[in-house]
C-alpha cells in the first residue's frame, strides 16, 4: 500500500527524513515540486531508476530530469568546458531554484539508465522547500519524472499521484498543490558562434522573452525519430476521454448522441466556446481575468476533473500564444493528439 506523509511545518522533518530514508535504501518516493510532483529516486542507484520507469511504465528510451540541492553539484553531474560553464553559470543565476532544466553533457558517474544511453542528462534544481531539502540531504542528484503513469496527465497535488501511481509505490510525500502547475521549461545549451544556443525542447513557466536575455532561442524542428529528441512525443498529457482543440469555436460540430465538458479559459463573463453550446460539465482557467499564469496553474487540474466528469468527449479552448500561452496550448495540442489520430 501507498503511504502519505504531510510535509507541513508541523510534520516536515519527519517527512524530510523517511523520504530520505527510503531514497538511501533504493527506493522510489513521489516529491512535490513547485512544477508538477515527480516520482524520485537517487540517480546514482540503477536499481532504484529502473523502479521509477516500471512503476510509470516509461519505455526505456524516455530520459529522466536529474534534480540537485546545490549549484556547485552541476559539476559532478555534468561534463563543462570553461566556455559553457559561463553560460550555464549565467543560466543558473537567471532561473534557479526554479522551472528550469538544462540539458548538457553528462559525466560517467549518471548511469545510462538515466538518460536512456544520451550522451547528455537533463538537470534541474527546485524552488520546492520539501524538494530541496530531501535533495540536499540525500547529498545525491534526484532522478525524478512527473508521477503519472506513461502519457498521462501530469499531477499537481499529492491526491492526483495517489490516483496514478497508488499501489505501485511505497510513499507520497504531500507538500501541498504545485504553484507554477506546467512541467519546467528545457533548454538544450550549446555554445553557437556568436551567442549561447538554446534550444527549446519544452515550453514552459521560463518563456522566451526570459531566455531571449541569456541567448538566442533555437526551436528545434520536429524530431525525425525518438532518438533525437526523446522528449518531445506527440501524443502525452492525454486524458482518457477523447479531447477536441480547434482552430475556432465554429468548427465545434456536436454530436447529439453525446455528452460534453468544456475547458472554458476565462469562463462565463467572455466570448469564446462557453455560450456556443448546453455543456454538460465545464471547468474555468481563470475566470473572468483571463490570466495566463493562474490558468496554467490549474491546468493539469481542470483536465483530471473533467476527465473523472463522465462526459464522453471534452473540448478545450486554447489561449494567447504569448509567454506561458505558449506552454499551455503545447500541452494541449499534445493532449489531443491521441484523439486527433497521432
Ligand atoms: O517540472 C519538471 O520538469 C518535472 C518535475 C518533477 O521536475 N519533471 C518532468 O520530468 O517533467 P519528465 O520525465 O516527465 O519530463 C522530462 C522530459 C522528458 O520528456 C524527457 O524526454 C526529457 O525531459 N529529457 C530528459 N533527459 C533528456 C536529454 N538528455 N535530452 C533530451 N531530453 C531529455
Ligand atoms: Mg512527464
Known amino acids: 500500500e501507498t503511504e502519505i506523509l504531510y510535509a507541513d511545518p508541523e510534520g516536515f522533518e519527519e517527512a524530510v527524513g523517511v523520504a530520505v530514508q527510503q531514497l538511501n535504501g533504493g527506493e522510489v518516493v513521489a516529491l512535490p515540486t513547485e512544477t508538477v510532483y515527480g516520482l524520485g529516486a537517487n540517480a546514482l542507484d540503477e536499481n532504484a531508476v529502473a523502479k521509477v520507469f516500471e512503476a510509470k511504465e516509461r519505455p526505456s528510451f524516455d530520459p529522466l530530469i536529474i534534480h540537485i540541492a546545490r549549484k556547485e553539484q552541476i559539476y ?13 553559470q549565467q543560466l543558473m543565476e537567471a532561473f534557479w531554484p526554479g522551472p528550469f532544466t538544462m540539458v548538457l553533457p553528462k559525466k560517467d558517474i549518471i548511469p545510462d539508465i538515466v ?18 531539502a530531501i535533495c540536499k540531504e540525500l547529498g545525491k542528484p534526484i532522478a525524478a519524472p512527473s508521477a503519472n503513469r506513461f502519457g498521462r496527465i501530469s499531477p ?20 501541498g498543490a504545485c504553484n507554477s502547475g506546467l512541467e519546467s521549461t528545457i533548454v538544450r545549451v550549446e ?94 482557467l481563470s475566470p473572468g481575468k483571463g490570466k495566463l499564469p493562474e490558468a496554467a496553474v490549474r491546468l493539469f487540474f481542470a ?39 497521432q
Open 303 to 341: 483536465l483530471r476533473q473533467l476527465d473523472e466528469s463522465g462526459v464522453d468527449a471534452i473540448v478545450a479552448e486554447t489561449v494567447a500564444e504569448t509567454a506561458i500561452g505558449v506552454a499551455i496550448n503545447d500541452r494541449l495540442r499534445r493532449a489531443s493528439a491521441k484523439t486527433r489520430g
Open 115 to 132: 538518460t536512456s544511453g544520451q550522451p547528455t542528462v537533463a538537470v534541474r534544481m527546485s524552488g520546492h522547500p520539501v524538494m530541496h
Open 76 to 88: 559532478e553531474v555534468c561534463e563543462l568546458t570553461p566556455e559553457l560553464e559561463v553560460v550555464v
Open 156 to 175: 499537481t497535488s499529492a491526491i492526483a499521484v495517489e490516483k496514478e501511481l497508488g499501489g505501485r509505490i511505497p510513499l507520497i510525500i504531500d507538500g
Open 191 to 284: 555554445l553557437g558562434e556568436k551567442r549561447p544556443e538554446l534550444h527549446l525542447l519544452r515550453a514552459g513557466p521560463v518563456v522566451k522573452e526570459d531566455l531571449q536575455k541569456i541567448g538566442k532561442v533555437i526551436r528545434p524542428k520536429k524530431p525525425r525519430n525518438i532518438e533525437e529528441a526523446p522528449g518531445q512525443l506527440e501524443s502525452h498529457y492525454a486524458p482518457a476521454t477523447p479531447l477536441y482543440i480547434f482552430e475556432k469555436p465554429e468548427d465545434f460540430v456536436p454530436d447529439p448522441e453525446l455528452s460534453y465538458g468544456l475547458l472554458s479559459y476565462r469562463g462565463a463573463e467572455k466570448d469564446g466556446y462557453i455560450n456556443l453550446y448546453d455543456w454538460d460539465v465545464v471547468e474555468e
